[in-house]
Nanobody
Framework: QVQLAESGGGLVQAGGSLRLSCEAS????????MGWFRQAPGKERESVAA????????KYADSVKGRFTISRDNAKNTVYLQMNSLKPEDTAVYYC????????????????WGHGTQVAVSS
């Protein structure tokens, strides 16, 4: 089992920045590819970014490329999402997730999920 806890959400003006953190406990964190996903009210969950176990390979949804950066610190069992140039359409609950097998933006491949942190971007 892996337990995940997100933090760092909040209210920010358009153009601003936030840094989300996701701390993992349980099984060996460094073995797991990790991902960030988000869900806005009335919308389906969508992928944001993913990172491989070592942190050297990343993937991003087109909507956040060039603005968001995913990273991880395996010594701290933590994965981060640096969000810059935020837009009102980035407003959502952001979730981190872990999967046992592969680097992917496919949410259905993820086995463990956090409870989410709210991000709100005002115009």
């Amino acid at each position: 089992q892996v337990q995940l806890a997100e933090s760092g959400g909040g209210l920010v003006q358009a153009g601003g920045s936030l840094r989300l953190s996701c701390e993992a406990s349980g099984r060996t964190f460094r073995d797991f590819p990790m991902g960030w996903f988000r869900q806005a009210p009335g919308k389906e969950r969508e992928s944001v970014a993913a990172i491989n176990w070592g942190g050297g390979i990343t993937k991003y949804a087109d909507s956040v490329k060039g603005r968001f950066t995913i990273s991880r610190d395996n010594a701290k069992n933590t994965v981060y999402l640096q969000m810059n140039s935020l837009k009102p359409e980035d407003t959502a609950v952001y979730y981190c997730a872990a999967n046992r097998w592969t680097l992917t933006l496919d949410a259905s491949r993820y086995d463990y999920w956090g409870h989410g942190t709210q991000v709100a971007v005002s115009s």
